[in-house]
Each structure stands twice: as C-alpha cells, then as structure tokens.
C-alpha cells in the first residue's frame, strides 16, 4: 500500500524540492488565539504574497495533476496503482501532500472505501508521538467547498504542535460509534456552524474500509440534509452539496458549506478553517481577527450552515 518509510521519503523530496525552487514556500506570521464565547482554538497564519496568486478558474483547462512534475511526486504507485502521493507545489505548512487518483476522478464524487483506508493509512504512517508530529487528511468536495481542483485529490498536512481542534475537544473522552435515529453525531452548541464528528476506534487493528466507510456515509448523510432543508430558500444550494471531510487518527468530520469565501472578512475557507486553521491574505482582515477572534465563528457560519446540535435529523435517504 504504502512504503514503511514513506515520512522519510516526503521529507527528502520536500527539501530537494525547496532547494531546487521546485516548490514554492508560503512564508507567514501565524498567532495562536482563543475564542472566548465559543472555546475554539485558532491558529492564524498571515500570508500577504499569496493575495496575488491565481484563485479557481484562472486556469481552467490545465489539469497539474494528469501529468505531475516528477520533482514533486513522492511514490508514483500507492494501493495498486490507484494513486499518486505528490508534493503540494505551493504550501503554507511543510511536507504538504496530495494523494491523487491516477485516473481522473471528479473532486464532486464521494470518498471511496479504499480512498479513505489509504488516507488513514498514511496518517498511521505520518504520525509521530515521540516527536509529538499528528497530521490531518482533508477533502474539499464541490464548488463551495474551497477546492482549487477537479482531479480527485485528498491533502493530508501536519497539525501545529500541540494545537486542539475543535473535533479534539469534541471527541475527548469519547468511544467510537455509529450514529443511528437515536444517536446523532457529536457536535459542540458553543460554536455556530454545523459540523459532525465521530471517534474512531483508539486501536488501529479495529479500524477497516467497512467502518471508515459507514462513518462517513452516515456523516455526510446528515450534511446532506441541510440542502434539502434550505431548498427553498436557497435553491442553487440544492445542486452544489459541496462538503468538507476532516479525519486524523482519531476522529472522522464531515461540515457541510454553503460558500468558500466570507463576504464579512473578505477571505475563504477549505476544510482547514473548520479545524481552526486560519489563512489570511490581507493586513485588514489580520487586524480585525487579532482585536475579534469571534469573527472567525461568524465567518465560519457565513460559509456553512447553522448549528443543528440537540435537534433530530429525520430524513437521511440520499
């Protein structure tokens, strides 16, 4: 599936890749901040060069990953031939990859068993407790969903150092579980987006492509119904379902979107943001989120869906 040394191999071609510039570091001053109404933990990371760097649709008909450059790609065959594991060419955080299906596959199509077996093997592989390295995979389906490409493509990159997220809080002492009609995902009231994350089981051994797949079906169920429930009021939604999956070791989330940018802030979000993962492109939008952290919860339900924790969802037939 994947080669035992495979953290090994990214860092080579990751400092290979930065010493030959054929990969393009983001620098940026990042601050650790604490939302006060809601607990969320951010990190926010202040990147001004890439204010000029080309938004989605600039390129429309240049696919970068039918043909990677072979500088950037870190093992050509992973599960059979499946995928690619590629470099991120322009990374805010280091050793940044990409597992990228080898056939074109639409980034709107569902994860796959196999996708999400293989997404949680790396991050088996990634993680470090002795050096204290945890890593997060994510994938940004459908056009609200702050996806920069139509190539199938999940990104796995490294947590800051003893960051919490959101969903670590959330899962905290808990056991894993399947929702089911009188079991409803977690999700935290104090924030007012809506998200929905499960535990995965603690031990490795117990975790296949059955559960990983039931869990996220049952997730992205629930997401689902936001956009059969706003129908009538936002009708354009009704098509797009565009989604984010989040998943370390331990936890699995799945928030649906409703828009990638934040007129409020003027800046947009991936999954990263729904993690507490702040990028920001301008020194106004920096300023306002230093003196109101809350902001980022605001822009974040901009983006999303209203927080539905303690009501019962009762149609989950997609």
């Known amino acids: 599936m994947l080669p035992e040394n495979v953290a090994d191999l990214i860092s080579k071609k990751y400092e290979e890749a930065v010493n030959n510039g054929h990969l393009c570091f983001t620098e940026s001053t990042t601050k650790k901040l604490k939302d006060a109404n809601s607990g969320m933990n951010y990190v926010v990371s202040y990147a001004p060069s890439l204010a000029s760097k080309p938004e989605r649709g600039d390129q429309p008909d240049k696919n970068p990953f039918a043909e990677p450059e072979p500088e950037l790609t870190v093992v050509e065959n992973v599960a059979d031939g499946e995928y690619k594991l590629l470099l991120n060419k322009f990374p805010i955080v280091p050793e940044h990859t990409l597992l990228v299906t080898n056939t074109f596959k639409d980034q709107k199509s569902p994860l796959s068993p196999l996708d999400l077996m293989t997404a ?3 991050l ?7 050096e204290n390295k945890r890593h997060m995979m994510i ?4 056009p609200s969903s702050g996806s920069s490409q139509d190539h199938k493509h999940l990104q796995t990159l490294r947590l800051p150092q003893n960051f919490v ?3 670590d809080r959330i899962c905290a002492g808990k056991s894993h579980f399947l929702p089911d009609f009188k ?3 977690l999700q935290d009231d104090k924030v007012s987006f809506a998200h929905f994350v499960l535990p995965l089981p603690e031990s490795e051994e117990d975790v296949n492509e059955d559960l990983l797949a039931m869990c996220y079906v049952s997730l992205v169920q629930r997401a689902f119904t936001f956009f059969q429930d706003w129908a009538g009021e936002k009708p354009e939604l009704a098509n797009s379902r565009g989604y984010n999956v989040l998943m370390t070791k331990n936890w699995i989330c799945v928030v649906p979107r409703s828009s990638t940018r934040a007129k409020s802030l003027q800046i947009g979000f991936n999954a990263t943001g729904y993690a507490g993962l702040i990028l920001v492109k301008t020194q106004e939008a920096y300023d306002q989120i230093l003196q109101l952290p809350h902001k980022i919860d605001e822009a974040l ?3 999303g869906f209203p927080n539905s924790a303690g009501k019962k969802q ?3 037939n997609y």
């Open 139 to 142: 994938y940004n389906s459908g």
């Open 301 to 303: 339900l901009e983006c």
């Open 165 to 167: 997220t959101l969903q």
């Open 183 to 185: 079991t409803e995902p």
């Open 120 to 122: 949680y093997n790396l």
């Open 124 to 130: 088996l592989k990634l993680d470090d407790e002795d």
């Open 314 to 316: 009762t149609e989950y």
